[in-house]
């Protein structure tokens, strides 16, 4: 899949203009550095979707746009980040909006569709579980989770991912966080499938220096005492 900003994204990318130049930089090198087209492309074509640690919310303006059948919500706990991101994204009203969550918490669905991209690694394996786990319980029958992260494979593409986040994270703060704790995507599918998803796992590296990998579950039947 081209990495070439299509028409989406340039409107999407165009809505922070007026933003400042760093959040403009962060805004141009996430499309750059993420694969973001594959990730959309696994979104449903309408309904209600939440993007948890949307940062700016490139991502959510990028999915609005590609579909003008769903609403997309962003949450994030850089407030910082949403203030610019709720500036930029006005323009597309109620199809597009971040606002400020909280660690580990999920707004109360159904959805249509969870993603989480390059999040979870900022979190303990067992906050990470938790909220994948809160994550099906807000989904609506049908609905997906998508979770892009990064694999644990080729061994090169992952310490370079973690000599990045190292920079982003406890040297420049351009995220926030601590420790890093890189799972396993097969270990986040088992999570997943335990809780009654159908679950894939396919690599998005090529091209990429970065080893990104996607996790899809979807929530075909009703799991007891889930939302839905």
């Known amino acids: ?47 209600r979707v939440l993007e948890i640690g949307c940062g700016h919310g490139l991502f959510v303006a990028y999915a609005a746009l590609r579909a003008p059948g769903r609403q997309v919500v962003g949450v994030d706990i850089d407030t910082d980040k949403i203030a610019v991101g709720a500036k930029a994204l006005a323009p597309l009203g109620d199809r597009a909006q971040v606002g400020i969550g909280r660690s580990g918490h999920v707004p109360e669905g159904p959805w249509a569709a969870i993603v989480i991209l390059d999040v979870l690694y900022l979190l303990p394996a067992d906050e990470q579980r938790a909220l994948l786990v809160e994550s099906v319980r807000q989904l609506a029958d049908g609905g997906v989770i998508l979770v892009k992260e990064m694999a644990t494979e080729p061994s090169w593409k992952t310490r370079w991912n973690s000599f990045q986040e190292t920079l982003a994270v406890k040297v420049l703060r351009i995220t926030e966080g601590g420790n890093f704790t890189f799972v396993s995507p097969d270990t986040m599918a088992d999570w997943l499938r335990e809780e009654g998803l159908s679950v894939d796992v396919r690599p998005l ?20 005492g889930t939302a839905g």
């Open 1 to 47: 899949m081209s990495r070439r900003p299509d028409a989406a994204a340039r409107a999407a990318m165009a809505l922070f203009s007026d933003a400042p130049r760093a959040d403009r930089a962060h805004v141009r090198g996430r499309w750059w550095t993420a694969p973001f087209p594959a990730v959309e492309a696994e979104l449903p074509p309408s309904g």
């Open 205 to 224: 590296d090529r091209g990429h220096l970065h080893p990104h990998v996607l996790v899809r579950g979807e929530r075909t039947t009703t799991v007891a």
